[in-house]
């Protein structure tokens, strides 16, 4: 067996050894909790777990929006029913080990429709930096400045990041790596300030997601709280879309406000419902954009 391939085997192994114990550990955590996690649940209302539901789907379209943006700031506007199709039907790769095959996935439903590969790929690797650094944002503001200002550490270096002069550059130098030709059209300002406000947009609407089965610490809390769960979970990038590790950060987040058990069910709950807004966008977008181009 060749080197490379006993790595890529090894980073396999590695994956899976890390999703094993994280879903070990909180099968511990919730089977120690039990009798609380099901007086969590208890406490849900189908009428609150809906509403998280519609708010989920509003995030998503949020993040799509976002992803668009980039996309046609670099030179390749989508019809809003296509892009939909790309954006949503890709991501559901994020659930699969590994950070790659939602991007794969954009960058082949891309090339159909004429968008590509190095752009669909800057597209979707802009996303990650401009999510964490408004989630971190949204959770400073939100959460307080005496818990949570060591966030202050990480968001002057996103927002550096995120300046389009710095990320052309990035880009430039991995194509010319790659061997790939040049993006024919850098990203503007105005397209990172456009993406940037989406992104704020998708933050609100996760915060309601939340805000709809923990309204104790109320809105502004929700939305930090959801903000700061997710960024700890997507820097987990070998847990398919943070799996666990989101649901930890959560329980500690909503601590002050609800019990463990409590804060374990509403964790759960999150999860579930952002995965049945994964498929239900998903489903719609496809579609929606088949009738289009029936």
């Not at 790659?100 to 996303?127: C, H, I, K, N, T």
């Not at 060591?150 to 790659?178: C, D, Q, S």
């Not at 933050?203 to 104790?216: D, E, M, N, R, S």
């Not at 950060?249 to 409590?262: E, F, I, K, T, Y």
């Amino acid at each position: 067996m060749s080197v490379p391939a006993r790595r890529s085997r090894l980073k396999k192994v590695v994956r899976l050894g890390f999703l094993a114990v994280a879903l070990g550990f909180g099968t511990w955590a919730v089977a120690r909790q039990w009798d609380d996690v099901v007086a969590g649940f208890a406490r849900l209302s189908w009428g609150a777990v809906a509403g998280s539901l519609v708010a989920v789907v509003a995030a998503l379209l949020g993040a799509m929006m976002t992803w668009r943006t980039l996309l046609s700031d670099l030179g390749s506007p989508l019809p809003l029913k296509a892009g939909a199709k790309v954006f949503f039907v890709g991501q559901l790769g994020k659930y699969i080990p590994g950070t790659v095959w939602p991007m794969l996935a954009q960058m082949e439903m891309g090339r159909d429709l004429g968008v590509p590969r190095s752009r669909s790929a800057a597209a979707f690797f802009l996303m990650m930096p401009i999510q964490l650094a408004t989630g971190l944002l949204v959770s400073l503001v939100t959460l307080g400045w005496d818990r949570y200002g060591w966030l202050l550490l990480f968001i002057p270096v996103l927002f550096v990041l995120l300046e389009p002069k710095v990320i052309n550059a990035v880009i430039g130098f991995g194509l010319r790596r790659l061997k790939r030709e040049p993006l024919e059209r850098p990203l503007t300002r105005r397209g990172m300030l456009g993406a940037l406000g989406w992104a704020l947009a998708g933050w609100t609407c996760y915060g309601v997601h939340l805000y709809f089965i923990a309204p104790q610490g109320g809105m502004v809390f929700a939305i930090g709280a959801f903000a700061l769960s997710w960024c700890l979970g997507i820097m987990t990038f070998v847990v398919p879309a943070g799996a666990g590790v989101r649901e930890l950060a959560m329980v500690a987040v909503l601590a002050p406000v609800l019990d463990r058990g409590s804060a374990i069910a509403v964790a759960l709950t999150s999860r579930i419902v952002i995965v049945i807004g994964d498929l239900i966008c998903a489903g719609l977008a496809g579609i929606a954009a088949r009738r289009e181009s029936v």
